[in-house]
């Protein structure tokens, strides 16, 4: 309801450029990078189920308090608390997944939760989009109390899945990285996470600038905008089952590959648009890209990750969402004030080959099997 407009938002309240507001992204997203590392042990510590209900709470408290805001530091200092909770929920999330379901599962079940979420914010944008053609308030007060009444949900109904008896049994290794140091000893799976978060750098961009960029330089509204991130939440609500029975079959970090290009492909052709059904086509083809990538993703590193280290495997992938977060608002604003509107989806299309070709290179190479669980 809020994260598609909150840079227009901003940007008009405060009058400031456009690389200006960008900063608060990046705050935010800076923020999570070194949160994500604290959510994944502290997951893997005390459980999934605390650290998702601390995060929706923080969030929706947040939201409240953003539309009350009137100032940089204001907004500054609500984007650095929500960078702080956000890899909570996202983490314990992903690692409570991979606790309930079987490896030769997990596929489906990404893709099953992905289209259970996506239903949700199907609506959210275009709700979100017509609440703030009439008042950005209602759009907040709508997304707290969302927030606030999922963390209550999870509160009374949700279990924990985290296996204590197993973790008595295989402690992490101590140390100054937090029990970090073993995930860091797999190479393969840092040089994994590091081209996709250089490859995220690029949808990140287009979820962050286009509603801005659609705004400024063709004057389309938010209550129009809003049916793009809706048809990107139905697409996933509605094909992403059928790609992923597709894309299942085939080897991960080469789907992996091919959803990232496809995913630079669709944020590329934001270039050559100017018109909604434009715009439209560009969120369908980079929607395909999501649906491929995406769930191949997650099920990857749930198999990957002995089951007492899933939190901090978790971690590490959201660490470099996290990067990608931070670094496309800077050099989206950077390229929009330096050179022209058209260039963000240029070094987008760019930055997305470059982690495409990275991918493929690392398909090449012999796969470590899955740990013994």
């Known amino acids: 309801m809020i994260w598609p407009f909150l840079m227009i938002y901003v940007s008009e309240k405060l009058s400031l450029s456009l690389s200006t507001v960008s900063t608060l992204i ?3 997203a800076i923020t999570g990078l070194f949160a994500s590392f604290i959510a994944g042990s502290v997951s893997d510590k005390l459980g999934r189920k605390p650290v998702m209900i601390v995060s929706l709470a923080v969030n929706g408290i947040g939201y409240l308090f953003m539309s009350q805001a009137h100032s940089y530091l204001g907004f500054a200092l609500i984007m650095f608390l929500m960078g702080v909770s956000n890899p909570l929920y996202q983490v314990g999330a992903d690692a409570m997944l991979a606790d309930m379901i079987v490896p030769e599962k997990r596929t489906n079940a990404y893709a099953i939760i992905r289209m259970i979420n996506n239903a949700g914010i199907a609506v959210g944008p275009a709700m979100g989009g017509f609440l ?36 008595s049994k295989n402690k992490p290794e101590i140390d100054s990285l937090g029990g970090y140091s073993r995930v860091f000893r797999d190479r393969p799976y840092v040089v994994f996470a590091l081209l996709v978060g250089i490859g995220l750098i690029t949808p990140s961009m287009l979820w962050t600038l286009l509603a801005v960029y659609t705004k400024q330089n063709f004057g389309l509204p938010e209550n129009l905008y809003g049916w793009l991130p809706t048809t990107n939440a139905l697409m996933c609500v509605f094909v ?32 050559l648009m100017n018109s909604f059904w434009g715009f439209w086509t560009s969120m369908v083809l980079m929607t395909f890209g999501e649906l491929t990538l995406i769930p191949t993703i997650s099920k990857y590193i749930a198999d990957l990750a002995p089951a007492d280290m899933r939190g901090r495997y978790m971690s590490v992938y959201w660490f470099a969402w996290a990067i990608a977060r931070g670094a496309a608002p800077l050099i989206g604003g950077f390229l929009n004030d330096n050179i022209n509107p058209r260039s963000i989806w240029i070094g987008g299309v760019t930055i997305g080959l470059a982690s495409t070709i990275g991918l493929f290179i690392l398909s090449t190479r012999k796969q470590h099997p899955p740990p013994v669980l």
């Not at 009374?156 to 985290?162: G, H, K, M, V």
């Not at 789907?255 to 052709?269: D, E, Q, R």
């Open 240 to 271: 992403q089952f059928s790609v992923t029975q597709v894309s299942r079959r085939f080897r991960p970090l080469r789907v992996a590959g091919v959803g990232m290009l496809i995913y630079a492909l669709g944020v590329g052709s934001v270039a």
């Open 26 to 28: 990046t705050i935010n």
């Open 132 to 167: 703030a053609t009439r008042s950005y308030t209602y759009a907040f007060l709508g997304a707290a109390i969302g927030m606030l009444t999922y963390s209550m949900l999870l509160f009374f109904r949700a279990r924990e899945t985290l296996n204590k008896a197993y973790q």
